[in-house]
């Protein structure tokens, strides 16, 4: 586990330096002039607006720090792991630092002593995780591959602990009466849903929802599998309600977060039906739902990429000329993440997310159809990374058509990405599903 922390180690690394200096407008600055404006860079009084700015900053370094001092190992010493916790606490401040004053070169990268702290604060939170929480995080990790109950528990943990850090992003918690005050006033908040919201964008609202039961479908279907439980369904309902409650009361603090009553009722039927369709598929035959999966693939595609079609605004977006397009095309920047720097936190976070779901389905699907055939990993992940790309590629090309769209480049690569990882997953999953009968004691257990 040691070494793969070394590479994700590195990857991030290389990830915070290059998302810290995008979009590479580099412009000649004098060693002695960029000196003295890094001596006086200033310490910005930051409203609630910009909190989620520099909340993001703390995040970003917190994996970083983490992952460094995880890649040292399991060290027992005390003198040891102090030391290499200080090295790294002292790596992680010099790289901000540097990264600080590089970007005096790359503007419109903006230079400040809260961006110091922010990165500071990060480190230290990464370290205190790593040593307190580290051992236990990685173990869970370790456990994973293994293809038994223990997998189960560890990736409860896991996806709970992932869907809650999500949900909550930016974490710009409101600290005073008066801003959540103006919070509340804004009216998005509401006890049960926003009929008007939903009402102007009803396919939208309608898929937000659905995405909300969706997610939560893995983590019912990983209540099932755990022994000795009875009334699962009920369970599984229980803690979509105390979850939903939780979140729903929590996005009342965060200035960026939109609370509906509604949503409390999403993740209980999203944990719920979790559990049902994991009682369905056991309780089947192998044969009898695996040559069901071709037809069920087929069914699906055009009703898949007429959503995506409609999610992108091509049912009721303006539609521009050829020409119009062109210039758009001509103004378009391919640079990745380009965009995202031009957006906040929480918008370029939901695009991550959003188009991480649009195209997830296409691995998916390619999985299911390797399973109807008995045969894993029938096609390469890149062709399929392939065609998430080609699905991409014509999405993008509806945005330079579309008035209020803007094409982002990015998204074909996340789409490569997402397709060819959620194949690679999809198929792994299926094969510890039809292969470890260990896991339900070689019986079918019943949700009642």
């Known amino acids: 586990m040691t070494k793969y922390c070394c590479y994700a180690a590195v990857v991030y690394l290389v990830f915070v330096i290059y998302g810290s200096l995008v979009p590479f407008d580099y412009q000649n600055v004098?060693?002695?002039?960029?000196?003295?404006k890094f001596k006086n860079i200033p310490y910005l009084?930051?409203?609630?607006?910009?909190?989620?700015?520099?909340?993001?900053?703390?995040?970003?370094?917190i994996p970083l720090a983490f992952l460094w001092s995880s890649a040292l190992g399991n060290v027992y010493s005390l003198s040891l792991r102090f030391a290499g916790t200080a090295l790294v606490l002292c790596l992680c401040l010099l790289l901000a630092v540097g990264i600080e004053f590089c970007q005096l070169y790359f503007p419109p990268r903006t230079v400040s002593i809260n961006d110091l702290i922010a990165e500071s604060i990060g480190t230290v939170i990464g370290l205190l995780t790593s040593q307190i929480w580290g051992r236990q995080l990685l173990k869970l990790c370790h456990h994973l591959p293994l293809s038994h109950l223990l997998s189960v528990k560890a990736l409860i943990k896991l996806y709970l602990l992932g869907y809650v850090?999500?949900?909550?992003?930016?974490?710009?918690?409101?600290?005073?009466?008066?801003?959540?005050?103006?919070?509340?006033?804004?009216?998005?908040?509401?006890?049960?849903?926003?009929?008007?919201?939903?009402?102007?964008?009803?396919?939208?609202?309608?898929v937000k929802f659905l995405v909300e039961i969706i997610v939560l479908l893995p983590a019912g279907g990983l209540l099932y599998l755990l022994p000795h439980i009875s009334h699962k369904l009920?369970?599984?309902?229980?803690?979509?309600?105390?979850?939903?409650?939780?979140?729903?009361?929590?996005?009342?603090f965060l200035?960026?977060?939109?609370?509906?009553?509604?949503?409390?009722?999403?993740?209980?039927?999203?944990?719920g039906?979790?559990?049902?369709?994991t009682d369905w598929l056991y309780k089947q035959k192998m044969a009898h739902w695996q040559k069901r999966l071709k037809p069920f693939v087929l069914m699906t595609t055009l009703p898949y990429l007429a959503l995506v079609f409609i999610i992108n605004g091509g049912w009721n977006g303006a539609w521009l000329t050829v020409e119009l397009a062109s210039t758009k095309l001509a103004e378009t920047h391919f640079m990745p993440f380009y965009?995202?720097?031009?957006?906040?936190?929480?918008?370029?976070?939901?695009?991550?997310?959003?188009?991480?779901?649009?195209?997830?389905?296409?691995?998916?699907?390619?999985?299911?159809?390797?399973?109807?055939?008995?045969?894993?990993?029938?096609f390469s992940w890149v062709w399929v990374g392939l065609c998430g790309a080609g699905l991409a590629v014509l999405v993008e090309t509806e945005k330079l058509f579309l008035a209020d769209k803007h094409p982002d480049p990015t998204d074909i690569e996340i789409a490569f990405m997402t397709a060819a990882a959620s194949y690679v997953l999809i198929n792994k999953a299926l094969s510890w599903i039809s292969q470890d009968s260990k896991l339900l004691g070689n019986k079918v257990i019943s949700i009642k």
């Open 30 to 36: 004098p060693w002695q002039q960029a000196l003295d």
């Open 45 to 61: 009084d930051l409203g609630i607006e910009s909190r989620a700015d520099w909340i993001a900053n703390i995040v970003l370094y």
């Open 165 to 206: 850090l999500l949900s909550f992003f930016p974490y710009d918690f409101v600290t005073s009466f008066a801003e959540l005050e103006t919070k509340l006033e804004g009216g998005h908040d509401h006890i049960f849903i926003s009929f008007d919201a939903c009402s102007n964008e009803l396919v939208r609202c309608a």
């Open 234 to 252: 009920a369970l599984a309902v229980l803690v979509g309600f105390f979850l939903g409650v939780f979140s729903e009361i929590v996005q009342l």
């Open 255 to 271: 200035y960026s977060g939109i609370a509906q009553g509604f949503s409390i009722l999403t993740r209980m039927l999203g944990m």
């Open 273 to 277: 039906l979790g559990v049902i369709a």
């Open 339 to 378: 965009y995202f720097y031009y957006t906040t936190e929480t918008l370029a976070l939901v695009s991550l997310i959003s188009n991480v779901g649009l195209y997830m389905p296409i691995g998916f699907a390619f999985g299911l159809w390797c399973r109807a055939t008995d045969k894993s990993l029938l």
